[in-house]
């Protein structure tokens, strides 16, 4: 049985640009979180998507934009990347009513 | 405020000695409690978790972790410590199963053979 997966591992992106990171959630899952850990800190909650609705936001500018499909995956765009986006991106799976998260590997973002 | 402090940010144990990490919440609410392990490099590992009942919980890999409300307290504990488990340690809170995380800064483990 698959767990969360993530895509790309690594990238690394010019200061301005866009980005996208993708998450495919554990099978039977139907929501899916996104973390921002800039290295040495704990992850912060980006938000969470459920029903392809984003349900929860934490404190994060409107340049974190994000997507859920039919199929629950999810994408995590950002633009106008600064060098502060710099940071591993993990997502989160979740079953609706069900006790707690499976966490993916993370993606790690560069931004020179 | 929500929070949650991890006052160590680096413990260094011998093999085979105890472990205690200390994790301490502000949350308005009874708050449902995790332990997460990271290797380097890697996503978030499920050590435990507590919702309600019994406050002392078993994991896996040979952890528990004992809720005390009136301390605001969710220490992560483990008899005898592995060089394998050396790793960050993170503590996080939540609202309820699916509500978002809040996690500490993390407690980085050193294990010495």
């Known amino acids: 049985d698959a767990g969360v997966t993530q895509s790309p591992t690594h990238l690394i992106k010019t200061r301005g640009q866009q980005v996208t990171l993708r998450c495919s959630p554990k099978s039977g899952h139907d929501t899916v979180s996104w973390y921002q850990q800039a290295l040495g800190q704990g992850p912060q909650f980006i938000f969470q998507y459920y029903e392809e609705e984003e349900r929860q936001r934490g404190n994060f500018p409107d340049r974190f934009s994000g997507h859920q499909f039919p199929n629950y995956s999810s994408e995590l765009n950002v633009n106008a990347l600064l060098l502060g986006d710099s940071a591993l991106y993990l997502c989160?799976?979740?079953?609706?009513?069900?006790?707690?998260?499976?966490f993916g590997s993370g993606t790690r973002l560069t931004v020179v | 405020a929500q929070s949650v402090t991890q006052p160590d940010i680096h413990i260094t144990v011998s093999e085979g000695a105890s472990l205690e990490l200390r994790c301490n919440y502000s949350y308005g609410a009874t708050p449902y409690l995790f332990w997460y392990v990271q290797s380097p490099g890697q996503g978030l590992q499920l050590l435990l978790k507590?919702?309600?009942?019994?406050?002392l919980v078993q994991g896996i890999k040979g952890f528990e972790a004992e809720f005390k409300r009136s301390q605001s307290s969710f220490n992560l504990r483990k008899p005898s410590v592995h060089w394998s488990d050396a790793a960050e340690y993170f503590c996080a809170v939540g609202a309820r199963v699916t509500d978002k995380l809040i996690f500490g800064t993390g407690t980085r483990l050193q294990v010495f053979p």
């Open positions: 989160a799976s979740s079953l609706e009513g069900a006790k707690g998260y499976t």
């Open positions: 507590y919702f309600s009942g019994d406050t």
